[in-house]
């Protein structure tokens, strides 16, 4: 017997942008989803904006400029709290996410809920410990999240970490418990989107949304300097072509197992 093939309304898509570096990032994001968003109809757009100001931090004329773009929920990471300025609106925005294994009593939120055809996504963001700060244990951290929040089965989890192993390990840790794990933070796309077993989608990281030939992001020039002579070097964005990079999970309307996981990777010219 033919499978049926699932109406559009069986499907719940998520969107899910990775780190935005700078103008570029910014200004190429509102571009890209011009089209893309008509043509993908996403039911949520979420983005990781950890260094949509020059490479460091969120403010809240970047975050706007996200909002404006079509971009939902933002998640953050290591660079959380390069800008002051986000300490004056975190607390009050319910769309921005910071890592939420930060020590008890950080400004802003560890993780969000929003309704999405009518049905509430709760959206977290954890940070990895290998070659990063060391926060408290984001195993821990989000299974306190989950917890709470049995009664949601839409779940979608940024995974800010250095360590492949690291990402992998929460994927499978994961897997059966969230919608998606999506890694962030290395600003390189990996290939290795799959579906877990037990119906989690993974993807170890998603890549960056920014300039596409400088390193990570930012002046090549300046980065391999530092590197070369060892001395302080100030970091700046990186000018040229831009690459947009994220991907698209589908989720089960009812159960909220991931479907499909597809990457997507957009650079001008
Ligand atoms: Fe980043
Ligand atoms: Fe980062």
Redesign the pocket.
Known sequence: MAELQKSDNSWLKVLFIG?VVGLPGTSYTAGVLKDLLPKLQPDLVVA?G??AVHGRGLNRPAAEALYDAGVEIITL?N?SWDQRDLLSFIDEDERIVRPANYPPGTPGRGFTVCRVKNMEVLIINLMGRTFLPALDCPFRAVDDILHEHSGIRHVIVDMHAEATSEKLAMGWYLDGKVSAVIG??T?VQTADERILPDGTALLTDVGMTGPRDGILGMDRTLVTHRMITQMPVRFEVAGGARQFSAVLVKLDHESGRALHIERIYISED
């Open positions: 780190d990781n950890e260094n990471g660079h962030t933070h600003h």
